[in-house]
């Protein structure tokens, strides 16, 4: 007859009992009630079809079977210990996974970083520099520094930055050449480029293109460095982040900020994430200083 063992965790009692001589001395070991104890061994016994101890007034002493699995039962402690260490050796030095746009990393952002490192040396971080939005729930990225205007996970838990404001930006050469617009309903004779991508919100794209006629947009740029860099060289007029023009020294802003482009920058960690001590050090350390960066 074919034994069935199903419950792993009877290998423990078994042992604490072949360790200590009975069950009374096991109880205490492993933290139960010693019936509770005398009714693992029972069931072990039963479920492997094999009597493992004698049992007298002097204790519980193996049978040549039970002498016969106790190799074997080492052995499965041995293995569940080195996996609860391997495991716990992974937990420690998992890296915290930070996702961004490339041009949040600025030297003082760094600095923050910097900072952190000299307090806690052992978290480690790996950065994910991408326009693209990550999914936070499905465990792609662990915390994103994020512009968004879509609805969130309700889930996710959440820290505002600022409000990210954005207008039409010229550079000097363009102004010389072409003027520049003093509203958005002052668009008519100018020219243009844009930034789109499929994997992001392309709300600035979408308002600019609503307003001025297909001719206008010389260029649409895949990669925001190229969209700036193309308005920094005089070709066309574009949309940027206020903050973000402030390193952009050669552009102009054609008017102020544009309401309905505005969005709530913000921190995101997952749940799962958040559970992790080292995580919340890092958050709590993190975003007052980098909210003050935006104030």
Known sequence: MKSQFNNWSDLRV???VCRSGSTLAASKVL????????RRIDALEHELGLTLFDRDTRG?????????????????????????????????????RLTFFSANMSAR????????AEVHPEIEFRFISSSAVLDLMKGEADV????????????????????????LFGSKSYADRYGLPVSSDDLAGHRFVTFVREDISNALHDWLVARVAPEQILATFHEIELAHAAISSGRGLGIVNLRMAESLPELIPCFPPVEELSAQHEIMISPEAYRRPEVRTFVQFFAPRYAAIYK
């Not at 933290?31 to 005398?38: F, I, N, W």
């Not at 838990?157 to 207008?167: D, M, N, P, V």
């Open 31 to 38: 933290g139960m009630a010693q019936p509770t104890v005398a």
């Open 60 to 96: 519980f002493r193996p049978t040549q079977h039970g002498l016969a699995l106790l190799p074997k039962a080492e052995a499965v402690e041995a293995a569940a210990n080195t996996l609860r260490d391997t495991a716990s050796d992974l937990a420690a030095a998992r890296p915290i």
């Open 14 to 16: 078994f042992l604490a």
């Open 144 to 167: 994103a520094m994020r512009i968004s205007r879509s609805p969130q996970h309700p889930d996710l838990i959440r820290r505002k930055i600022s409000t990210a404001q954005f207008t």
């Open 109 to 116: 952002v760094v600095e923050i970083f910097n900072d952190f």
